[in-house]
């Protein structure tokens, strides 16, 4: 008999970072087990708070009297056993707090504040009837009577009671306004009858209730307004009369239906390479083996293709898939390749749905409904079991690294559950990343190749253009003649080309001409960026948001400028150029609002507009066959950032970009404006050779002991006060020095390249080491005995793998 439930209390510090012991009251007994959350007191005081079941025991661990749970949260599991023991990984290797994995890994709308009801299940029962009738607008929360929770439970459990999750914010909620007729058609005919002649609308209105009445029809109220001719006077003065009612009912969010409703794409019939990649994913899939492979395929070598075979050979070996792409919004093309594949069976799971949509697909995979999930990072959390594959598409983006705790890598989190289920992983790109290159040199993945492009298509020809030259030669503005030549010649054709602002170390700020001054955020010791479209500087960073300045705040000076080549002044002066031209501009600005990607990128595609410019969105997956030109400005900007990975940054971006040209019959050509144009990445680029590129960096890497050759982990102190941050990190330093090997290299410390954020100054160290089985242990003491009660006011955060050293 379990009579214990061990909780993981939503308290996030360090001391309560353990499961607590509850005494699971008589009347739910049987009923409460691990995944569901509930609510305790916790502490000294009257305090309550929500938590996790992680267990279930028959004796406590804890010798003293227990506290009982104060209420169920959950009526069903929102974590089986397999995800419960996931967050507790996670929270071990990134050393964040179990209840904050928890929380990451549940979809929004399973917050406490959202609203639960019940309604009759699929299997309704006459005790669950008369509870509805007994409890009308009964809400499920903390204050729920235990007999009665109790009973929901019970009922949950046999289906003939579900539960209804709304967010309280009832704005969130999509309802539309459906016509539900009052009276039988016989009594409408009688109304009919008792009509004035001459009221024409209310007659027609009468006839269509009829018809829905007969039909047990209720429309919705626009189309019907709209099929009927009617007006909305009239059906208000239906309601009036009493012949019918408009009840708003929630718009059922499913946000690819459109697609859902097309005829599925057969599969193509792979080429030699594609089913030479194909074949040992597919075996590995069938002898559920964990192996890891990587896919090395240039820009337009079909890798989706063998995405799609791999994952209809797992759905065909019963099991289910799951496939990662790096930001969903940024790739709609991928989401409507697999959509069209598998149709229905997809769920899609990204931060630009609302959270009600996302809720749904949430549900629909941990129903079984779904069985192949396409998403962002956090869908490598999704709720499946017996998965059967994991691909992760453009492995190297740097998206798949969460910035904030838990600061996890979805290439982890999909090696560690390929484990549990038994299932191999394939990592696709045209640009591996370094490390991820290096295991497939050490045999720890299996290298796979798609070296050649479907169909034979030579990779566009690249050309660079020395910026030095160029404007002596007569360039304008951003644009060299040979570029600006090449535009012409596409615009004269009627093909289409796509232009690349490389933002990467870069932003649009405020100087002041006279004395220098940048207008910095009043809490963040960073420059404010500039938002045309609101003529405001923002603060990336905090959010603070001012007026653009008129005249220099230091000064007094009226030559205060903008600075930066932003994307509004590089189609100003598209226009100014070549005026012909259409230009769709594609940026933070332009996309902002849900959908916006999708909607630039569809009337790119239908031929709106002749050129497509953009920032590094626009660099990955797209697909578009009338692209035989692709610009990029400025390659330079990212190569001067102080980051390790500068180069391979900018190698993958360009590398990502110029293969875009030239995808389908017509060749494509590529020019890259530099001011660097000896550079390696850049050089490396032009000749489409990834492997070449692997080989001189790695040289570099192994020169400065970085990673691949190198572990890395990023060690940050915070606090309101200047010196006490600095104080920590240089006794931090000490610590860490007498307990590594001398093995260890530590960096540092320094203030962070941000050295206040949010008001409070940030110190950094960089840890850097082989094998170290010391730093695990001495990171676990540092974090408790840095929060403890004498230190307060600290905030120490520990990053394994940064991706930024900034
Ligand atoms: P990648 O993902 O490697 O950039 P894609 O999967 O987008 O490449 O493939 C490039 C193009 O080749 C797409 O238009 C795709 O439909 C087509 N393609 C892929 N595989 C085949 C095949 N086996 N036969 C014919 N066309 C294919
Ligand atoms: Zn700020
Ligand atoms: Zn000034």
Redesign the pocket.
């Known amino acids: 008999m379990t009579t214990v439930a061990k909780v993981i209390v939503d308290v996030p510090t360090m001391q309560t970072d353990q499961p607590y012991d509850y005494a699971i009251p008589a009347a739910l007994t049987g009923q409460v087990v691990p995944g569901m959350r509930v609510w305790v007191q916790f502490g000294q005081g009257t305090r309550e708070v929500s938590g996790m079941v992680v267990a279930t025991e028959a004796q406590p661990d804890y010798a003293g009297t227990l506290k009982p749970l104060l209420a169920v949260l959950d009526y069903a599991p929102v974590m089986n056993s397999e995800l419960l023991k996931l967050s507790h990984w996670l929270a071990q290797t990134t050393y964040a707090f179990w209840i904050t994995c928890i929380q990451t890994m549940l979809p929004a709308m399973l917050k406490v504040d959202t609203v639960k009801t019940v309604a009759l299940g699929p299997k309704p029962t006459a005790e669950a009837e008369s509870l509805l009738a007994a409890h009308p607008g009964m809400v499920l929360d903390q204050h729920l009577d235990a007999t009665l929770s109790a009973q929901v439970l019970r009922l949950v459990a046999k289906q003939a009671l579900t539960i209804q999750y709304q967010s309280r914010d009832r704005a969130k909620v999509k309802t539309q306004n459906y016509i539900v007729p009052s009276l039988t058609p016989a009594a409408y005919q009688a109304e009919a009858a008792a009509l004035r002649a001459n009221a024409k609308q209310q007659r027609a209105l009468l006839e269509a209730l009829t018809q829905w009445a007969q039909t047990h029809t209720e429309p919705a109220l626009t189309t019907a307004l709209k099929d009927s001719g009617l007006s909305r006077a009239t059906v208000n003065a239906g309601v009036q009369k009493g012949w019918l009612t408009l009840a708003a009912r929630e718009i059922y969010r499913a946000p690819y239906a459109q697609l859902d409703q097309q005829p599925l794409t057969q599969p ?4 030699a390479d ?1 089913a030479a990649v194909v074949k040992p994913v597919v075996a590995a899939v069938e002898s559920h083996t964990a192996q890891p492979f990587l896919l090395e ?10 995405y799609l075979q791999v994952i209809a050979a797992a759905l065909a070996a019963g099991r289910n898939a799951m496939m990662l792409v790096p930001e969903i919004a940024l790739t709609p093309q991928m989401v409507h ?1 697999v959509k069209g594949r598998f149709g229905d069976a997809v769920a899609v799971l990204h931060s630009g749905l609302s959270e009600g949509e996302k809720f749904d697909e949430w549900r629909r995979l941990e129903r079984g409904e779904a069985r192949v999930v396409v998403g962002a990072r956090s869908a490598a959390f999704a709720p499946m079991t017996n998965i059967g594959v994991f691909i992760i ?1 453009e492995e190297h983006e740097t998206s798949y690294k969460q910035d904030d705790a838990p600061r996890y890598h979805a290439r982890d989190v999909v090696m560690h559950r390929a484990q549990t289920f038994g299932a191999p992983v394939l990592l ?1 790109s ?1 640009t591996p990343s370094l490390e991820s290159r290096a295991r497939a040199e050490k045999g720890v993945y299996t290298l796979l190749r ?1 070296p050649e ?3 034979d298509q030579p990779l566009p020809a690249v050309h660079i253009i020395d910026m030095r030259d160029a404007y002596k030669q007569g360039g304008k503005d951003d644009f060299s003649q040979p570029l600006l030549q090449a535009l012409q010649a596409r615009l004269a054709r009627g093909e289409q080309s796509v232009l690349l602002l490389n933002r990467r170390g870069f932003s649009s700020f405020v100087m002041c001409r006279e004395c220098g001054y940048r207008v910095q955020c009043p809490n963040c010791d960073i420059s404010l960026t500039l938002h045309m479209d609101t003529h405001t500087l923002k603060c990336h960073y905090c959010g603070h948001e001012e007026p653009i300045p008129t005249v220099c705040p230091k000064c007094g000076s009226r030559k205060i400028r903008y600075y930066g080549t932003g994307t509004q002044k590089v189609e100003a002066s598209l226009h100014q150029l070549l005026p012909a031209a259409r230009v769709l501009r594609m940026d933070v600005d332009t996309t902002r609002r849900k959908g916006g990607h999708e909607k630039i990128l569809a009337a790119f595609g239908a031929h709106e507009a002749d050129i497509l410019l953009g920032t590094q969105m626009i660099a990955k ?1 797209l ?1 578009f ?1 009338d692209v035989t030109l692709v610009g990029v400005i400025n390659a330079d900007t990212g190569l001067g950032m102080p980051d390790f990975r500068a180069s391979e940054r900018t190698f993958d971006l360009l590398t990502q970009v110029a ?1 875009r040209a030239g ?2 019959e017509k060749s494509g050509e590529v020019f890259i404006q530099t001011f660097n144009p000896e550079h390696y990445a850049i050089q490396y680029a032009q000749h489409h050779d990834y492997e070449g590129f692997f080989r001189q960096e790695m040289v570099t890497r192994h020169r400065g002991d970085y990673p691949p050759y190198y572990f890395t982990t990023k060690l940050t102190v915070s606090h309101q006060n200047e010196e006490a941050a600095a104080k920590l990190i240089y006794q931090l330093a000490k610590q860490l020095h007498g307990a590594l090997s001398p093995q260890a290299i530590v960096l540092g410390p320094t203030p962070g390249a941000i050295a206040r954020l949010k008001n409070r100054y940030i110190y950094q160290l960089v840890i850097k080491y082989k094998h170290e089985p010391e730093l695990g242990p001495e990171l676990d003491r540092i974090l408790t005995e840095t929060q403890t009660g004498t230190r307060k006011g600290y905030f120490v955060g520990i990053d394994r793998e940064p991706l930024t050293f900034i």
């Open positions: 193509l019939t792979l080429t594609q395929g240039v820009t337009g070598s079909g890798k989706t293709e063998v390749r598409d696709g045209a798609l492009r479907i169909n997956g697909d066959p293969g995808r389908a």
